[in-house]
């Protein structure tokens, strides 16, 4: 079973990664947190396929197993979710030391993930991601929080886990689209930090949709190593963890004005696609200010685009609408835009100087 360890001053835990590790996940959890009682909180749809073998699981290991069944979707990710999950942890007897389990993508393990690290001050947390872009993403680092009216992940918290249960065989219940969308961000991986990734991923982007497990073993783990190097760098976010941001300024700029366009029936974006023509535009920037040349926008887009992720839109809302919400990204420093650019395959950098022109070109230059 490929493991790897994250290690950081204060804390270390182990993320797990096997095929059919879910059948056996309470062994692990008693490892790393024992107690009489566990909360198992969980995608709804999600806990149809694989709740109950968890739960089992759990009972097995000499839990007394608390559930609530998360309802799925960005909307749900929320304070109001999150106040039924206490009600759901108090009527249960939850206490300090009780593990909380996440089961599901990345809005349930954020979520659930908040709730772990404020009931009680903090509780034991543990994650077991059943999306790639969970795996490769959310599910590491520590980073949990939900969303307020006004933005997204506005109230928030580190809380590193204990224990990370990795179970690939989970994507064979993802929509094609979904599985998609979590490549973009091992693509985003590998072009800040590997470049034999990305080598690796323009080989086996079809071996990877036709679910072979063998590959997504390989790519989750290699793309777990490269996140969890970088939080162990840079835990809170002051520095390196930031290159993990390369398309998501313009991605979170698209996810923004999609809110406001729904009402009038604007095309939805999910976060992958959304972070597909960020980086589409963050590489031409880059080339266009010279920080790179002119293959490397070219072949990030040419691996999205055998992977069947955007490249281009005919969509976007109104380029000055999107640089508006482009200043009010909590990256935005004194004033500065701060936007990670590529260098080459495997190397960033952050840029604060990038005319707005120029930002406004790369806009345009996604309206196919």
Same mark, same amino acid.
């Given at each position: 079973m490929?493991?790897v ?15 059919g ?26 806990y149809?396929h694989?709740?109950?073998?968890v ?13 609530a069944?998360?309802?799925t979707?960005?909307?749900h ?5 999150v ?5 759901? &942890? #108090? ?5 300090? !030391? ?9 809005? /349930? %393990?954020?979520? +659930? ?15 077991c991601?059943?999306?790639l872009?969970?795996?490769v ?22 809380h ?9 065989a989970?994507?064979?219940?993802l929509p094609?689209?979904?599985?998609r ?9 590998a072009?800040?930090r ?11 982007a ?12 390989? &790519? #989750?783990t290699?793309?777990?190593?490269? !996140? ?9 976010? /002051? %520095?390196?963890? +930031?290159?993990?941001?390369?398309g ?13 366009g ?7 974006y999910h976060?992958?696609?959304a ?6 535009a963050?590489?031409?920037l ?29 969509t ?17 420093e ?5 936007l990670v650019?590529p260098?080459?395959?495997g190397?960033?950098t952050?840029?604060s ?16």
């Open positions: 490929p493991t360890e994250l290690k950081l001053p204060h804390h270390r835990y182990d993320i797990h990664i096997e095929v590790l879910l059948q056996r996940v309470g062994q692990l959890v008693n490892a790393r947190a024992p107690h009489a009682r566990a909360a198992l909180l969980a995608d709804e749809p999600v149809g694989f709740g109950e073998p739960r089992s699981s759990l009972i097995e290991a000499e839990y007394e197993v608390v559930v069944r998360i309802p979707g960005e909307a990710k929320n304070l109001q979710t106040e039924k999950l206490y009600g759901t &942890l #108090v009527e249960g007897g939850l206490e300090r !030391k009780s593990p909380v389990i996440a089961l599901g993508g990345g809005v /349930t %393990g954020d979520t +659930a993930g908040f709730v772990a690290a404020t009931y009680l001050r903090g509780v034991p947390f543990i994650q991601p059943t999306t872009l969970a795996m993403d959310a599910s590491v680092g520590g980073k949990v929080g939900v969303n307020l009216p006004q933005g997204k992940n506005l109230v928030g918290a580190f590193q886990p204990v224990l990370v249960a990795i179970d690939p989970t994507l064979r219940t094609t689209r979904e599985l969308c979590g490549l973009a961000e091992c693509v985003k991986h072009a800040i590997d470049e034999t990734l990305f080598d690796w991923i323009e080989q086996h079809r071996n990877i949709l036709d679910l072979d497990m063998d590959c997504l073993v390989e &790519l #989750v290699r793309n777990v190593k490269i !996140k969890a190097k970088i939080v162990m760098a840079d835990e809170k976010e /002051t %520095g390196e963890r +930031a290159h993990l941001n390369f998501h300024t313009f991605a979170h700029a698209i996810e923004a004005r999609q809110e406001y729904r009402a009038s029936g604007g095309n939805d976060h992958g696609e972070v597909a023509l960020g980086m589409v963050a590489s031409r880059a080339a266009a200010l010279g920080r790179c040349d002119d293959s490397v926008p070219q072949r990030i887009e040419h691996l999205l685009k055998s992977i069947g992720l955007p490249t281009s839109s005919t976007l809302p109104p380029t000055e609408d999107l640089i508006g919400t482009m200043w009010l990204d909590k990256k935005v004194s004033n500065r835009m701060r650019l260098e080459s395959i190397r960033v952050i840029v100087d990038a005319p707005i022109e120029m930002v406004r070109e790369a806009w345009e230059g996604l309206r196919g």
